[in-house]
Structure formats: structure tokens, C-alpha cells
């Protein structure tokens, strides 16, 4: 951290190494009276020097966990597998009110276990999300936590990744991520999106949307079965004109019915 000096190590797999660096003056932590290494709040994290942090044993002895997952011929790095993603019901991490279920299971689902299950279904979500930019909603610390929209393509990402650059009305442009493979697919989930975003725009054909977004978006007090009804209402009005919508589950509350035109 630029203004404090220091960096936070994952250290939760290299304490004996960690034990004997700081008995060195090798590793300057901070440790209890019993003399651990003191954690950072429930991540398993050791405050070290900048200093510290800059010597390559170092790095090597405390580099975070990774899988490399082969999909689609590509090799797809996956950071933090064993991270939850969705705590089980009531378990540590959920919020108040029971958290989010894991889907048929009462253990935590973790990152690595998002992605495979993605990976699983890449076919479906393939269809419905690829060849289309899409804006990144992120949620690093699973679903549990706050989530962020990232509108731009990350810089550090695999030369396989390809984007497309949009303009929007303010004059700006952003380049935004196009998924096209399970290969992508499983890159863009590993980044911690639960759920796909896309535009209604195909990525070789910006200047011509080819689907009418339905967006039932329930404010606080409106219950699921109410949302339901709207969109057996909006299903009457469609087949009114002639046009057919698809309806998918939005967040934990909504409903979105895509309509190809």
C-alpha cells in the first residue's frame, strides 16, 4: 500500500516458513503474545514490509493458491480457487436473514466450483451472452459481499481475450469484454461475476440491437410472487404484437425477459 508502506501476503499455507523468516529478521510481521503471526481480520493474512515483500524467496514461499483449468484448448488460470463464493445457509460470511443458499446444498460453493459449474452450462450461456460486449459486475468477495460494474476490460487480461470498443452519448468509449468460448467464459466468472451482463448488441453489428430488455426490478417491500404476475403480464402484452420474450432470473429478487427483435 503506496501510502502505508506495507502489503497484505496470503500466509495461511507457509506459516512454519513465515516463522522461521521473522526468527531470521527475515520477515518483520506482526505476531501475538504467544508470538504467531497475528491474522488480519478472517482472510489468513500477515502484514509485511514493502521491503519484505520484495524478496523473490519470499514471493515464491507465499504466492496464493492457483489452478490452471484446460478449456477450449486455452489454459484458463484460476486465482483463489478455494475462496466461497456462496457460504452455506446461516454459515460464516452469510448475511443477515440466512445469506445466500447454496443451490441444492447446505455446504459453501467456492470459486473453482462456480466456474466448473459454468463451465458445465457454457453452452446455454454461451447463447444468451456471446458475441455480445458485456459490462463486468464483480463480486470479489463472493455473493455475500458488495459487488462493483467494471465497464472496461482489464488491462492485465490474456492476449485471447477479445473486446469491442462502444460509444456511449457522454463522447466517451470503452472497450468491453466479448466472450466467445468456454475458454472466455470461465475467465470472465473467475474475475468474480456471478452473473452475465451483456449489451443488446452483437459485437460485429453495434449500430443494430437485436433485443428489447424487459428489466423487472423489484423495489424494497414488493414480493417474488408479485414479479411473477408482472411478467405473465408483460408475456400477454408481447404476444399482443407478436413477439416472444424469455424470462431469466435477475440478481435474487428480479426478473429480465429478453425479447430477440
Not at 447446505?106 to 457454457?122: G, S
Not at 446455454?124 to 468477495?141: D, E, I, S, T
Request: with cysteine; proline share 9%.
Amino acid at each position: 500500500r503506496r501510502r502505508t508502506g506495507t502489503a497484505r501476503i496470503d500466509c495461511e499455507r507457509h506459516l512454519p516458513r513465515i516463522r522461521r523468516g521473522r526468527e531470521e529478521g527475515g520477515l518483520r510481521g506482526r505476531a501475538d503474545a504467544a508470538g504467531r503471526p497475528r491474522r488480519d481480520g478472517d482472510a489468513g493474512q500477515l502484514t509485511a514490509t514493502r521491503a519484505d515483500v520484495a524478496s523473490p524467496r519470499i514471493l515464491r514461499s507465499i504466492a496464493p493458491r492457483s489452478e490452471v483449468i484446460q478449456v477450449a484448448g486455452r489454459d484458463v488460470t484460476g486465482t483463489n480457487p478455494d475462496k466461497v463464493f456462496f457460504p452455506a445457509p446461516g454459515g460464516e460470511g452469510s448475511p443477515a436473514g440466512g445469506g445466500v443458499p447454496a443451490p441444492g446444498t447446505d455446504t459453501p460453493i467456492t470459486k473453482l466450483e462456480l466456474v466448473r459449474y459454468y463451465l458445465a452450462v457454457a453452452d446455454g450461456a454461451l447463447r444468451g451472452a456471446g458475441g455480445r460486449p458485456m459490462a463486468l459486475k464483480r463480486y470479489p468477495n463472493g455473493a455475500a459481499g458488495p459487488f462493483l460494474f467494471q465497464k472496461r476490460a482489464p488491462e492485465s487480461r490474456p492476449a485471447w481475450i477479445p473486446t469491442v470498443t462502444l460509444s456511449f452519448p457522454s463522447g466517451r468509449t470503452a472497450d468491453e469484454v466479448v466472450i466467445e468460448d468456454a475458454a472466455q467464459l470461465a475467465w470472465v466468472v473467475n474475475l468474480g461475476c456471478l452473473d452475465l451482463n451483456p449489451h443488446p448488441v452483437r459485437a460485429d453489428d453495434l449500430d443494430h440491437p437485436d433485443e428489447l430488455r424487459v428489466d423487472l426490478d423489484p423495489v424494497p417491500g414488493v414480493e417474488w410472487d408479485d414479479i411473477r404476475r408482472v411478467a405473465l403480464v408483460v408475456r400477454d402484452a408481447l404476444d399482443d404484437v407478436g413477439l416472444v420474450g424469455w424470462p431469466k432470473t435477475s440478481g435474487n429478487r428480479g426478473i429480465h425477459v429478453n425479447v430477440r427483435i
